[in-house]
């Protein structure tokens, strides 16, 4: 018979404060003692505990494009994997919803919940032209707490390849293309609180790509091919533009320790931007496996090289310190698939 208490001698309270600070990494097993401890553990109510006792832990989703044969073809699918702060993978996410998106934006809200924004699929259709995209709208948010996924509102105009960063709870999304390869000139903002999308202008640019980030509660937006950062006030509502003397081909990039880093196409060495007094430095970076491209992430506050193939390569890390230098240690994470993306949770 099931004991009436989480732990006999102890009030509900205390242990539920006792349980709270037990290690993710022995959830497994400590699930095992009852049903009413996985119903605990599995439950909103003993996240918010792991919170008000301090026990929340960070954790790693890389994300990569990988595939498998069905009926002759090769499928597309984005798979997501845990690890957590020494490496250990711990499991995958659930499969994203919908169908296998390429160009969408990833980001993690103060909540700690992962949302999976935009993209395009490809749709295949009769004629000399086998394939075409299909760009979407939807926004998927995914709990880790409770390892499920729900769909929230839709931006307000359906984007690939565009900007995106979080700042101060708000989600904003910055240009990016239509199914057409047309530029949107446009921005929207999302409030997690109200479940909504708001549109709103942004300087207009003559960009191929984009990328964003937050810095002292300010949006920045750089554009691949231009001169100049736009940079976004919330609380006065209004653009500026910094010139910043380099038009470079960026195709990854991470911000640590409040500097942005970036690989460029043309570049053979890691760039570094400090938004702090808009200066510029660049660092080695060791060639990348089988001549392929790394791509960037973020790691116990250290920036990683994720090899663009996976399944064979091991990641890299480095602290990066002083201007042009670093040190890059192997690390054991291996992502399974190629073109890897990651995020920081923490729950």
């Known amino acids: 018979m099931e004991s009436s208490s989480l732990i006999p001698g102890l009030t509900d309270d205390v242990a539920e404060l006792c349980l709270s600070r037990t290690p993710r990494s022995d959830f497994r097993i400590i699930s095992q003692v009852c049903k009413r401890w996985r119903r605990f553990l599995k439950s909103e109510y003993f996240s918010t505990v792991r919170k008000l006792t301090g026990s929340v832990e960070e954790f790693m989703c890389v994300l990569t494009e990988s595939k498998f044969e069905r009926d002759g073809r090769l499928v597309k699918y984005l798979l997501g994997e845990v690890f957590d702060a020494s490496g250990n993978k711990l499991g995958c996410i659930p499969p994203v919803p919908g169908p296998f998106m390429t160009g969408l934006g990833v980001a993690v809200l103060p909540s700690g919940k992962i949302v999976f924004i935009g993209g395009y699929a490809e749709v295949e259709r009769s004629g000399i032209n086998t394939t075409d995209i299909s760009v979407s ?33 708000l989600l904003y999304v910055i240009r990016g293309y239509s199914s057409h390869r047309e530029r949107h000139h446009s921005a929207e903002v999302y409030n997690p609180e109200t479940n909504q999308w708001s549109l709103m202008d942004c300087p207009r640019r003559p960009a191929w790509g984009n990328f964003a980030f937050s810095f002292k509660s300010k949006l920045y937006v750089v554009g691949n091919g231009s001169r100049f950062i736009d940079i976004y006030d919330p609380k006065t509502e209004t653009w500026e533009e910094i010139d910043s003397e380099q038009a470079l081909s960026i195709y990854s990039y991470t911000f640590v320790r409040n500097k942005m880093y970036f690989l460029s196409m043309n570049i053979p060495k890691m760039g570094v931007f400090d938004p702090e007094d808009n200066s510029w430095s660049w660092v080695f970076v060791p060639g990348g496996p089988g001549g392929y491209w790394f791509r960037l992430g973020k790691w116990n506050n250290k920036v990683m090289l994720f090899p663009r193939i996976g399944g064979d390569f091991k990641a890299l890390t480095g602290d990066i310190d002083k201007e042009n230098e670093s040190e890059w240690t192997v690390t054991h994470i291996i992502p399974s698939g190629s073109n890897a993306t990651s995020v920081l949770f923490n729950f």
């Open 137 to 169: 709208a939807h926004v998927y948010e995914f709990d880790p707490a409770s390892n499920s996924w729900r769909k929230l509102a839709d931006m307000s105009i359906p984007r690939l390849n565009f900007a995106f960063a979080v700042v101060d709870g």
